[in-house]
């Protein structure tokens, strides 16, 4: 097997259990392309797609949801992975053995690149059920993937150092052109990084899971308003709108104190709400949330 995997463009995507963030992913590509979205400078960009689920429900929400511009494989998913180049694994940790070691799989993931965009789950403890023939990589996306406005990070496995002795059973390690192939697909939907794999738990608990904590923000923001009188959706359109704001203007480069001093006048409203929330402990609250789903995430792809 060569060590140089080579992706060519117009490939085959498939979705490996394509539930809540597989579909995420998928609409977000899907709209790119359909918006004109093309390679730059030689990147293979996928033409085709399939989408393995296991309830006939889910099968016709996706049949449905794109309008037919994706196959959808309710059994035989070793068929549909073997038909594919590129595989994004999108289902639960605790049924990735399950699904991986299925008849068929490990010789219809051979040669292919597989995304994992697992919680939990190292590249070691995939590599270790697909064999050495899969290139693993893994990504974390979030929900917001679906309108392309998400946060991705992905990881390379680290490369081994080879000994005579095990020389053959190493896994092949990813080329540095399939970079931007994976690139390509997580820019589509939002912010794509890269960082060392030993970063993704946090980066599960603070991008992976963030949405549903800015999102308790969000409606608290928003209960305050309505206890003040707004109109609920009046109260939610303006706290949405000022957390995409000032979230917009920190990725401009304004650091956040300083946002937060430009707003607080010397004896006003804006610092007598900030020490209630100091008072309260928000701070330390959220930074322990992060360090508690971090803590859970790590444990995720031990679950059985
Ligand atoms: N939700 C999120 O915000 C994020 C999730 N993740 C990770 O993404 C992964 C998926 O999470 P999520 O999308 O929320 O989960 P969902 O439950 O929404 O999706 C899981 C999918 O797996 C499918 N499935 C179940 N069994 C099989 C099987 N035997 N063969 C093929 N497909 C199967 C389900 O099919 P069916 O629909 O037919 O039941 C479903 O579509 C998790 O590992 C999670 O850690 C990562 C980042 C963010
Ligand atoms: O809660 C979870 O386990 C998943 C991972 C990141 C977001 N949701």
């Known amino acids: 097997m060569s060590t140089e995997l080579s992706i060519k463009n117009y490939y085959t995507l498939c979705m490996l259990a394509c539930g809540t963030m597989g579909s995420a992913v998928l609409s977000g590509v899907l709209d790119s392309l359909s918006t004109g979205a093309t390679a730059a400078s030689g990147i293979p960009i996928p033409g085709k797609f399939v989408a393995c689920v296991k309830r006939q429900e889910s099968a016709d929400r996706i049949t449905t949801t794109y309008a037919g511009k994706v196959e959808v494989a309710l059994h035989q998913h070793a068929q549909a992975v073997a038909s594919a180049d590129v595989v994004i694994l999108g289902c639960k940790p605790q049924l990735c053995e399950e699904i991986l070691s299925g008849k068929g799989m490990k010789e219809a993931l051979s040669g292919k690149l597989l995304i994992s965009v697992l919680a939990g789950t190292t590249i070691k403890q995939i590599q270790d059920i697909v064999g050495p023939d ?39 390690t990813p080329a540095p052109s399939l970079k931007p192939t994976i690139q390509w697909i997580f820019s589509q939907i939002g912010r794509a990084v890269f960082l060392e794999e030993k970063h993704l738990d946090a980066c599960t608990a603070l991008s992976g899971s963030g949405p549903a904590f800015a999102c308790v923000m969000l409606e608290a923001m928003t209960d305050g308003g309505v206890m003040m009188g707004l109109p609920f959706a009046v109260a939610q ?36 709400g900030l020490l209630v929330m100091e008072d309260g402990k928000i701070r330390s609250t959220i930074a322990r949330s992060i360090q508690e789903a971090t803590n859970i995430a790590s444990s995720l792809g031990n679950k059985k």
Do not use: Y
């Open 134 to 172: 899969t290139i693993v990589v893994r990504a974390m996306p979030n929900t917001p993937c679906k309108i392309r406005q998400g946060m991705t990070v992905i990881s390379f496995p680290t490369p081994a150092s080879p000994s005579s002795s095990t020389v053959s059973l190493l896994p092949l």
């Open 237 to 272: 359109e303006l706290a949405a709108q000022t957390m995409q704001g000032a979230a917009r203007m920190v990725l401009e480069g304004n650091h956040p104190a300083q946002i937060r001093n430009s707003v607080s006048t010397p004896g006003g409203c804006t610092i007598g």
